[in-house]
């Protein structure tokens, strides 16, 4: 099982940016799968982007490329989430997310192991 823990959400006007930050504790030696994926209330969770940690392949959802970067720091054991030109529809809930293994899936049935999340407000 892996811990982990977003931070870095917060509220920005529109066209502006962040970075989301997400912290992996446990059993992270071996490869895995980490993702990002946001909510919106009411709404299924999309998955955005994710990254394999054995080489760094990544993967990006139509809706964010060219504006989101995933990245990571093994030294670190941290995922990132940049975030650029962001728009009032990005407003959601941003949850880190990750599987043991190569990135066979994007959405939330894929993953196993969850953060709790981090609200990022975009205001127009």
């Known amino acids: 099982e892996v811990h982990l823990v977003e931070s870095g959400g917060g509220s920005v006007q529109a066209g502006g940016s962040l970075r989301l930050s997400c912290t992996a504790s446990?059993?992270?030696?071996?490869?895995?799968?980490m993702g990002w994926l946001r909510e919106v209330s009411g709404k299924e969770r999309e998955g955005l982007a994710t990254?394999?940690?054995?080489?760094?392949?990544?993967y990006y959802a139509e809706s964010v490329k060219g504006r989101f970067t995933i990245s990571r720091d093994s030294a670190k054991n941290t995922l990132y989430l940049q975030m650029d030109s962001l728009t009032p529809e990005d407003t959601a809930r941003y949850y880190c997310?990750?599987?043991?293994?190569?990135?066979?899936?994007?959405?939330?049935?894929?993953?196993?192991?969850w953060g709790q999340g981090t609200q990022v407000t975009v205001s127009s």
């Open positions: 997310a990750a599987r043991q293994g190569r990135c066979y899936g994007l959405g939330e049935p894929f993953f196993e192991d």
């Open positions: 446990g059993n992270t030696e071996q490869n895995m799968c």
């Open positions: 990254i394999y940690t054995g080489d760094g392949t990544t």
